[in-house]
């Protein structure tokens, strides 16, 4: 970029691109900076290797479908290890260490850098809030945020996820343990319905077998590879991949409309800020530092958008010294969960699929979902082995199953499985349903992300998370959790394992930057002009348990019409 | 706490040939590092854990929690070492319910109740993810920077689960139970 932007965007992940894409097609120049690699960008053709030859890039020509199909190996230590994975949380360079976070308990928290963020490994799972939580909750209203969310299916696009073995199993059990088909995007009571997915339809040549699976994987539409946590890569062209990270949806079209800049391998550390005629504080640029060199600069912009997600807004709020207000980086909610595995005997399966396998790896990582208000949710999963055996049997806050006495009949084993016990669940991998009891999780004061008074890293004091669900939370987590036994026993399961995860498994993080209390209704920040939050920090609450991706999109796309209006 | 791994050929291969402890010492080794001055220092996790689990064990040996066997798992091994499978898994519950003297652990887990908790876990975690991912079949260049490592074989455990690896796509289309077109009517 020759000149300033008009609009600097700090993050491109679920929402900095969505804010960019809206904001360049309305005339207004911006500069997305994101702190991790771009894959897919011939700039930078071994993003992992070396810096490349340029520092950023705005012309659509310039992305490439069959890098991107390269880098993404779909193999899930390469792309999903929390320490040197491609998507994990951290700079380019993978013989480096991953960025560190204080987060003291048994915990993983996903968080991942690169152009596309956190989208790189989603699951693409784009529903919208449940709109009483909206209206008796939140300071807008639900139907303020329809036509966003409409703009955003429409973009994306979103789809309503394919029937494959796994879902149809857990229809059959969600229908037999008494809940019905709820067919609706704005969901105001329980049952289960398919996800409504930002993945392409699959091509309408899927089951011939005239056209090969490597063809199809050219062509465009999902092939139910079960690769979207690594970042599916099948498609004819960059912006025709099947999943609809915003590496592929979002970034591309803010490109084209000539007025988008993407700057990778670029950690912003701090938002600069001065007074205007009237005395009051307002953004006016920012401190960077390349990741490959550690060179800082200083950029100037009219406007400045957070958009890093929900633990790094409020770290660089706090690491920039802005004004004092007590809910950065508090109220943090979380995606509080619980998973339960069946397994299903061949037998079975043949009578309800006509197969003797679920084969969980096959089709959307997650296709199906129980809408439960007041409670939250349930949704399928098949991942992949490793990520399996990682977070159903060696992720507890039960310990280990071969310890303990068991309490009830709920469940034949909890907690972390060793030895015999774990190879025996592992064999019959092929033939399991997990489910996922997620919690519409209340927001407390004590939930928050605060810098380590002890601990620096080459971006300044680290982010120290913590985070202790309320008794409500623990109370619906259970309530969940037992619904999805139920539906798994419905559904014939002969052997049910309750992981019991523990509380700081963090995922879809929210409300950290809340509307209300840190930012307005626009998503501005109260104490500092000229400066917006676009991301899942700027949740009022955890919108009822949806996932909540295309809220952001939504609040996004609604954020670019304020701030023009009001700012261009 | 994992499983021993047969071929199939009648060769076992044990975890130690699958390499799965190396991949836990890298993980630790490369989780952490921290700003000083002009040094960017990166904070070693193995050595200090695999002390932590010694002292550990030690406790519940001397409290006769756990029996230590005379003989070792590894040449020149600590107390962990020389315990049943059973007792080396009451010593990770020991550690992560805090039943030990904290004072006596090594740093960064010398009275670091948070530390404790998170490495024992993620010593849980990387174990089950290093065993049933694909990264023992990286083989001789699995500890080569990470982008320089290659798949030398298939691996095992995912032959053993069932698990066709890569897919280019599956043909399991069951049909839509409902599109965006028919709710938005």
Not at chain 1, 42 to 62: M, T
Not at chain 1, 80 to 87: C, M
Not at chain 1, 145 to 174: C, D, H, I, N, R
Not at chain 2, 109 to 122: E, I, L, P
Request: with cysteine.
């Amino acid at each position: 970029m020759k000149r300033d932007p008009d609009v600097i965007v700090i993050g491109a992940g679920g929402g900095g691109p969505v804010i960019a894409k809206e904001l360049g097609e309305l005339g207004i120049s911006v500069l997305v900076l994101e702190a991790g690699p771009w894959y897919g960008n011939k700039k930078w053709p071994e993003p992992n290797e070396n810096r490349g030859a340029a520092k950023e890039s705005s012309d659509p020509g310039d992305l490439d479908g069959s890098l991107y199909r390269r880098q993404l190996t779909r193999l899930e230590n390469d792309m999903d290890d929390q320490v040197s994975g491609k998507f994990r949380w951290g700079a380019a360079d993978r013989r480096r260490t991953p960025w560190y976070r204080n987060i003291p308990d048994p915990a993983l928290l996903w968080q991942s850098a690169g152009i596309g963020g956190s989208t790189l490994h989603y699951y693409a799972n784009s529903l919208r809030a449940f709109p009483e939580v909206i209206d008796n909750e939140w300071p807008i209203n639900y139907s303020d945020l329809v036509p966003y969310y409409e703009k955003v299916e429409a973009t994306l696009p979103v789809e309503f996820a394919p029937t494959t073995s796994k879902e149809a199993l857990f229809y059959y059990g969600a229908d037999k343990a008494g809940f019905s088909l709820n067919q609706t995007l704005d969901v105001t009571s329980s049952g289960y319905r398919p996800q409504p997915n930002a993945i392409l339809p699959p091509n309408e040549h899927l089951m011939d077998p005239n056209y090969s699976l490597e063809e199809l994987s050219h062509m465009e539409g999902c092939t139910l590879s079960g690769h979207c946590g690594q970042g599916c890569p099948y498609g004819p062209a960059l912006d025709k991949m099947a999943k609809r990270s915003t590496t592929v949806s979002y970034v591309p079209l803010a490109m084209k409309t000539g007025n988008v800049t993407f700057r990778p391998n670029t950690f912003v550390t701090k938002v600069l800020t001065d007074y205007n005629t009237s005395g009051n504080r307002q953004a006016s640029g920012v401190q960077i530092r390349d990741t490959w060199t550690g060179e800082t600069e200083e950029l100037r912009a009219k406007v400045v958008v957070m958009a890093a997600g929900c633990v790094e807004t409020p770290r660089l709020w706090l690491n920039s010294d802005l004004p004092y207000n007590p809910w950065v980086g508090r109220g943090l909610t979380n995606h509080y969960m619980d998973m339960v595995t069946g397994t299903f005997d061949e037998e079975t399966l043949m009578g309800i699929l006509g197969s003797p396998s679920t084969n969980p790896f096959a089709g959307h990582t997650s296709g199906a979902r129980l809408d439960y208000p007041g409670l939250g949710m349930i949704e399928n999963i098949g991942e992949s082995p490793g990520m399996s055996a990682q977070l159903l049997f060696g992720f507890s806050q039960y310990g280990y199953n071969c310890i303990r006495q068991h309490e009830g009949d709920l469940w034949d084993q909890q907690g972390r499985l060793v030895g015999s016990e774990l190879e025996k669940a592992m064999e019959d991998y092929s033939r399991t349903l997990t489910l996922s009891a997620i919690t519409d999780d209340e927001v407390q004061f004590h939930n928050r992300v605060e810098l380590d008074p002890h601990i620096q890293d080459e971006h300044g004091a680290v982010p120290r998370v913590h985070y202790e669900p309320s008794k409500k939370s623990k109370k619906r987590r259970e309530q969940l959790t037992r619904i999805a036994t139920d539906i798994l026993r419905k559904a014939g399961a002969k052997k049910v394992h309750r992981s019991n995860l523990p509380a700081n498994y963090y995922i879809h993080l929210q409300s950290t930057m809340r509307m209300g209390f840190v930012v307005d209704t626009s998503c501005e920040a109260y104490q500092v002009g000229r400066l917006y939050v676009a991301d899942n920090s700027a949740d009022f609450d955890a919108l009822g348990g949806p996932n909540p991706t295309l809220t952001t999109q939504a609040l996004a796309t609604r954020t670019a019409e304020l701030l023009a209006s009001k700012y261009f | 706490m994992l499983p021993s791994v047969q071929t199939g050929y009648g060769t076992p291969f044990n975890n130690m040939d699958l390499g799965v402890h190396d991949y836990i010492i890298y993980s630790l080794d490369h989780s952490i590092s921290i700003q000083q001055q002009l040094h960017h220092h990166i904070v070693p996790l193995a050595y200090p854990t695999a002390s932590m689990l010694n002292i550990a064990a030690m406790q519940l040996v001397y409290s006769q929690h756990a029996q230590a066997s005379p003989q070792s798992m590894v040449s020149s091994g600590g107390m962990f070492s020389h315990l049943s499978r059973t007792d080396r898994i009451l010593t990770l519950s020991a550690l992560e319910n805090l039943e030990i003297d904290l004072y006596v652990l090594p740093s960064p887990f010398h009275n670091n109740a948070g530390m404790v908790k998170y490495v024992t876990d993620a010593v849980n975690r990387f174990s089950l993810f290093g065993y049933y991912s694909e990264w023992p079949a990286y083989g001789s260049t699995r500890l080569c920077p990470p982008g320089d490592r290659q798949l030398e074989f298939f691996p095992l455990t995912w032959q053993q689960v069932g698990y066709p690896g890569v897919s280019l796509g599956y043909r399991d289309f069951r049909g839509f139970l409902i599109t965006m077109a028919e709710v938005r009517t």
